[in-house]
């Protein structure tokens, strides 16, 4: 049976790549945590860790072997579901939740949960809110490891061990540089979102009800340095009609319109295996 401080303290090595510093993090002695990773080496049978010369001993960086890469990502998948179930339990013996981690895409990240931050700490002032923004999919594997308890997004969820409820409808547009003087949609310079955005996702689907396939496509992580960068007049993009106003009213950007009304639904994620313990955040969300 795999040793939980052992994986940690694999986990914190792995992260820091560095014996010495992962000492000082584990408050431990480069010899203990070596003699750590020396048993767990020896309990799975196999090299974990490379160590490259350096100054001191314990100053060599660490170098991860091919199954040292591997566990990395399990060790986190497993020590998050540790801790997940330990705050399960936790939470079942108070009176209300101290702590919620979530997962959330850019678009309700940035917009949508702040309000929704507000409520669930009006309502559970000691409740502790951690929140991850990243992509849709991000968002989603992160529920599907345990080391969150919700995701906020804006795309579907393909998981079966994962369970959506829609909270909110929200919108996209396309908007253009205020003096847009792009011919035509193919031929005009596109700015997109990362794969595993959802917000990519309905562009793609905007080019293929429009019948076109852009050839000049700059790729950007977030809304905010789309919209920055239409406003700069690199080219379009079709965006979250809540990201706009600020910009809209400030005559920065315009709306090129187009015969595609694309409502899209917000969903509330949670694992299947948590769906009652987390039932408390459905009257909020």
């Given at each position: ?9 694999f ?5 820091s790549?560095?014996?010495a ?19 767990l ?7 974990l860790?490379q160590?490259a ?46 702590a ?8 309700v990240?940035n917009?949508w ?11 559970y ?15 989603l ?16 969820n393909?998981?079966?061990a ?6 909110k409808?929200d919108?996209?547009?396309?908007i ?5 003087d ?7 310079p596109?700015l ?6 959802a ?25 905010e ?13 079709y ?17 090129i319109?187009i015969?595609?009304?694309c409502?899209?639904?917000?969903f ?8 009652s ?8 969300v």
């Open positions: 049976m795999i040793n939980l401080r052992q994986l940690y303290i986990s914190v090595v792995a992260e790549n560095s014996l510093a992962a000492s000082e993090l584990l408050n431990m002695t480069a010899a203990a945590v070596s003699l750590s990773l020396k048993g080496e020896q309990q799975l049978n196999t090299r860790l160590r010369p350096g100054r001191k001993s314990t100053d060599k960086t660490i170098l991860l072997t091919a199954e040292g890469i591997w566990l990395k990502q399990r060790a986190q998948d497993i020590l998050a579901l540790e801790k997940s179930t330990q705050m399960y339990f936790k939470q079942r013996q108070e009176s209300e939740p101290t919620l981690n979530i997962g959330a895409s850019q678009t990240g917009y949960l702040p309000g929704y931050i507000r409520d669930i700490k009006q309502r002032p000691c409740c502790q809110v951690n929140v991850f923004i990243g992509n849709t999919d991000e968002a594997d992160r529920v599907q490891t345990f080391r969150d308890d919700i995701a906020l997004v804006e795309g579907p393909h998981h079966s994962l369970k959506s409820r829609c909270f409808k919108s996209l547009m396309l253009a540089p205020p003096d847009n792009f011919e035509s949609l193919q031929t005009a596109w997109i979102r990362e794969r595993g955005s917000t990519r996702k309905y562009t793609e689907q905007l080019w293929a009800e429009l019948a076109i396939e852009p050839k000049d496509v700059t790729q950007l992580n977030t809304n340095s789309i919209i920055h960068s239409v406003a700069s007049g690199v080219g379009i993009a965006v979250p009609r809540i990201t706009t106003p600020l910009l809209l009213d400030a005559a920065l950007i315009k709306e319109p015969n595609n009304n409502y899209r639904s917000l509330i994620v949670k694992h299947k295996e948590r769906d313990e987390l039932a408390w955040i459905d009257g909020l």
